[in-house]
């Protein structure tokens, strides 16, 4: 059974910086795209930045440049660096390990 387990989360002050983790087991880790996506209330699910098991990346403009997503196949673990950060980023993050398998979602607050 695939277990995905986010950290990271909280409140800054816009042009902050936060990094969010996800550590994932039971699954072949090195294999996987890893997504991470984001809710605000009222809000669809949208897919912020993902990174395939070879290393390439996406990101939606709106984190162009102020995101990157990393990871480690050997511990098993993706990283979600997240700097410059503005109000509008405000809400909840979430890891997507594979296909399906979702973390459990962190909240991140950007406020003055």
């Known amino acids: 059974q695939v277990q995905v387990v986010e950290y990271g989360g909280g409140s800054v002050h816009p042009g902050g910086s936060l990094r969010l983790s996800c550590a994932v087991s039971?699954?072949?880790?090195?294999?996987?795209?890893i997504g991470w996506y984001r809710q605000a209330p009222g809000q669809t699910r949208d897919l912020v930045a993902e990174?395939?098991?070879?290393?390439?990346?996406y990101y939606t403009d709106s984190v162009k440049g102020r995101f990157t997503a990393f990871r480690d196949n050997a511990k098993q673990t993706a990283w979600l660096q997240m700097n410059s950060l503005k109000p509008e980023d405000t809400a909840v993050y979430y890891c997507?390990?594979?296909?399906?398998?979702w973390g459990q979602g962190t909240h991140i607050t950007v406020s003055s």
């Open positions: 997507k390990a594979g296909q399906s398998n």
């Open positions: 039971g699954s072949i880790f090195s294999r996987i795209v």
């Open positions: 990174i395939t098991s070879g290393g390439r990346e």
